[in-house]
Nanobody
Framework: QVHLVDSGGDSVQTGGSLRLSCAAS????????MAWFRQAPGEERELVAG???????TYADSAKDRFTISTDNAKNTLYLQMTSLKPEDTAMYYC??????????????????WGQGTQVTVSS
């Protein structure tokens, strides 16, 4: 079992930065991958970034060069550093564990553990 608690969401202006955190307890690396997804109002949930046990990463095109996913295994915490934020980044952000990624894809349906979500709002 894995319990995930997201935090760090806030309201910022275009160009701002935020760091999201996901505190994990239990069997954190229950699979090889952890990830961040996001869901905007009226939209489907989409991948932002994934990271494997060895530190390998994958990013959605929208996140490349602006967002960085990382872990602190000593603290059992997953992070998402976001810079150069845009209004289209506005969404509820969720961390996830227990899933599978391959290439540029992390398969949402394979992730069995989810945080409660943290809201990011970017104003123009």
């Amino acid at each position: 079992q894995v319990h995930l608690v997201d935090s760090g969401g806030d309201s910022v202006q275009t160009g701002g930065s935020l760091r999201l955190s996901c505190a994990a307890s239990g069997d954190t690396w229950i699979s090889d991958w952890m990830a961040w997804f996001r869901q905007a109002p009226g939209e489907e949930r989409e991948l932002v970034a994934g990271i494997d046990k060895d530190g390998g990463t994958t990013y959605a095109d929208s996140a490349k060069d602006r967002f960085t996913i990382s872990t602190d295994n000593a603290k059992n915490t997953l992070y998402l550093q976001m810079t150069s934020l845009k209004p289209e980044d506005t969404a509820m952000y969720y961390c996830a564990a227990g899933g599978f990624c391959s290439g540029a894809n992390c398969y949402e349906s394979t992730f069995g553990y989810w945080g409660q979500g943290t809201q990011v709002t970017v104003s123009s």
